[in-house]
């Protein structure tokens, strides 16, 4: 096995084991995005029928489902996904996307997904440079592609996947990968408690729920990654994004005003932004305050 000093130090090799650790990761993501909320809905209406003491033989028995099990299959017939039937982005082009039973069509949102994993982690090396840390920061961005698509689709944000990012960012910080550990974990502290004082400072003056817990707790991930002082940033760039794309669905698709939008997609494309160009936005910000 090459070590990772050789790898580094050779541009095409990096990229080239970038590519493919990203793409099978983009797969991996596909399985998470599409089980982790079944697997909570589960959790959780298994916790509702314990308290409520429902009895054994009154109590749904779904099969249970992991990340693992039960094996992938088509959704239309249940023909088993095989192996080469699973190669990221090659495999659904060979079937030409559709499914080699049933010929059921396969959503292109599988190989989308695996490929934007690969793009947006070989921009994360190339910005970063070829560096432990960049590698580091790979994690990070493969958490927020995750944690993007799955707000979409359910307007959730998985405790399972903020919080060990945002515990990961802290000790990494404390080995300086990316900020110091005063930043990341002051980054932290605020990022939560920033959007946690809007939320509560919206439901004392109009009596809703302006956001989720979620989003909070993003937030505290994020600045345990990027430190404080880009904390400032990521709200900015989110909230004018944000704003635009809820304005325009009102506008142009009929998005009532009572139908929630995810919020933390633009969290997400607020931090990867700060990750990529964090010096350049960090010295405009300051410039701007005088500092």
């Given at each position: 096995m090459l070590p990772l000093e050789t790898i580094l130090s050779t541009p095409w090799l990096l990229y080239l084991v970038v590519i493919f650790v990203s793409l099978c990761v983009g797969s991996f993501l596909n399985v998470v995005i599409l089980r982790l909320p079944k697997m909570m809905k589960q959790e959780w209406r298994c916790q509702c029928e314990e308290f409520l003491e429902v009895p054994e033989g009154d109590r749904k028995s779904d099969e249970r489902i992991t990340l693992s099990k039960p094996a992938s299959t088509c959704p239309s017939c249940g023909h088993k996904i095989r192996a080469w039937e699973n190669i990221p982005v090659i495999s659904w082009l060979m079937l030409g996307g559709k499914c080699s039973s049933c010929k059921t069509r396969i959503s292109p949102r599988y190989p989308?997904?695996?490929?934007?994993?690969?793009?947006?982690?070989?921009?994360?090396?190339?910005l970063l440079g070829p560096s432990d840390s960049a590698l580091w920061a790979l994690l990070m961005v493969w958490a927020l592609v995750?944690?993007?698509v799955i707000d979409f689709d359910t307007q959730l944000l998985p405790d399972g996947i903020t919080l060990p990012l945002?515990?990961?960012?802290?000790?990494?910080?404390?080995f300086g990968v990316l900020t110091d550990f005063s930043s990341a974990f002051?980054?932290?502290?605020?990022?939560?408690?920033?959007?946690?004082s809007v939320y509560w400072l919206f439901k004392l003056a109009?009596?809703?729920?302006?956001?989720?817990?979620?989003d909070?707790?993003?937030?505290?991930a994020l600045g345990a990654w990027l430190g404080?002082?880009?904390?400032?940033?990521?709200?900015?760039?989110?909230?004018?994004?944000?704003?635009?794309?809820?304005?325009?669905?009102?506008?142009?698709?009929?998005?009532g005003r009572e139908v929630p939008i995810p919020f933390g997609p633009?969290?997400?494309?607020?931090?990867?932004?700060?990750?990529?160009?964090g010096p350049e936005i960090q010295a405009i910000w300051f410039g701007y305050l005088g500092v």
């Open positions: 989308v997904i695996e490929a934007l994993t690969a793009v947006f982690s070989v921009v994360t090396v190339y995750a944690l993007t945002m515990w990961l960012g802290l000790v990494l910080n404390y002051w980054g932290a502290v605020a990022g939560y408690l920033s959007l946690w109009t009596g809703k729920e302006g956001m989720g817990h979620g909070f707790k993003l937030l505290a404080w002082q880009l904390l400032p940033a990521v709200i900015l760039l989110s909230s004018l994004v944000g704003a635009i794309v809820g304005i325009s669905l009102m506008a142009f698709r009929k998005h633009y969290l997400a494309a607020a931090g990867l932004l700060s990750l990529w160009f």
